[in-house]
């Protein structure tokens, strides 16, 4: 059975940092692309970053591109999200997924994917 456990989440004012992680049991994670999702009410879940099974080659949406680090450890089953400079924009609940071919990751639709996790709430706020 599949499992993705997001944790890390938490209030934070502008301009801080948050690592969030996601802990995945259920496959073998070393063969998967990973990606970090995240969603706001009234939003579709949009794709963030992204990082192939090897962990080289990585994918960010423009809005994170120097802020976000997405990160891997293949021994740990874990996939990162280094958050850094956060703005009130990126207040959302944030979700990993898995998918064995990195296009398809990359443009999938939230409904594409069998199932989720119970996500990690991420405000920023003074």
């Known amino acids: 059975q599949v499992q993705l456990v997001e944790s890390g989440g938490g209030l934070v004012q502008p301009g801080g940092s948050l690592r969030l992680s996601c802990v995945v049991s259920g496959f073998t994670f070393s063969s998967y692309d990973m990606g970090w999702y995240r969603q706001t009410p009234g939003k579709e879940r949009e794709l963030v970053a992204a990082i192939r099974a090897a962990g080289r080659t990585t994918s960010y949406i423009g809005s994170v591109k120097g802020r976000f680090t997405i990160s891997r450890d293949n021994a740990k089953n874990t996939v990162y999200l280094q958050m850094n400079s956060l703005k009130p924009e990126d207040t959302a609940v944030y979700y990993c997924?898995?998918?064995?071919?990195?296009?398809?990751?990359?443009?999938?639709?939230?409904?594409?994917?069998?199932?989720w996790g119970q996500g990690t709430q991420v405000t920023v706020s003074s």
């Open positions: 997924n898995r998918d064995s071919n990195w296009w398809h990751l990359l443009t999938a639709r939230p409904a594409d994917f069998a199932s």
